[in-house]
């Protein structure tokens, strides 16, 4: 997940996008909430099965907290998030996915592009296709400062 801003301890979950035992890409939307300046919807950072939500709607967490883990299908989520070890990618509001997490493959099969929501409203406002932008972000997501360089 990005980081949030220095103010932003304190988060409350408004909803979650997919419910467990859904398949997730990375970069789509996972969960929205609320800091004490804003609402924000979260892409994922893995891609995946979501195998289990920790905090449920309205649970109020700090940043960094584990709030969800992906995996694959038939992989079996840990108990406690502080407790025991997996291989489940664990889903919390910190910086950047672990770096120990190869890179996809591939793009992802339904021909998605993987992009900011900040990127695609300034795509969809200048009229831009992102499929001609090459992403400098993780895993090659394109940024808006990726969209603002295409149309200098």
Not at 51 to 56: A, F, M
Request: aromatic share 2%; glycine share 10%.
């Amino acid at each position: 997940m990005p980081a949030l801003g220095q103010t932003s301890d304190e988060l409350k979950i408004l909803g979650w996008l997919k419910q467990e035992g859904e398949a997730i890409a990375i970069g789509e939307p996972l969960v929205n909430l609320e800091t004490d300046k804003t609402t924000i919807e979260v892409e994922s950072a893995f891609g995946g099965v979501l195998l289990k939500i920790v905090h449920g709607v309205d649970a109020v967490i700090q940043a960094g907290q584990v709030i969800a883990y992906i995996g694959q299908a038939g992989e079996i989520p840990p108990e406690t998030p502080s407790t025991s070890a997996t291989s489940s990618a664990p889903v919390a509001p910190s910086a950047s996915p672990a770096p120990t997490l190869p890179p996809p493959a591939a793009p992802a099969p339904t021909g998605k592009v993987l992009a900011t929501p900040a990127a695609r409203l300034l795509a969809r406002e200048r009229g831009i296709d992102l499929a001609a932008i090459t992403g400098s972000g993780p895993n090659g997501r394109i940024e808006r400062e990726d969209v603002e360089q295409w149309t200098r």
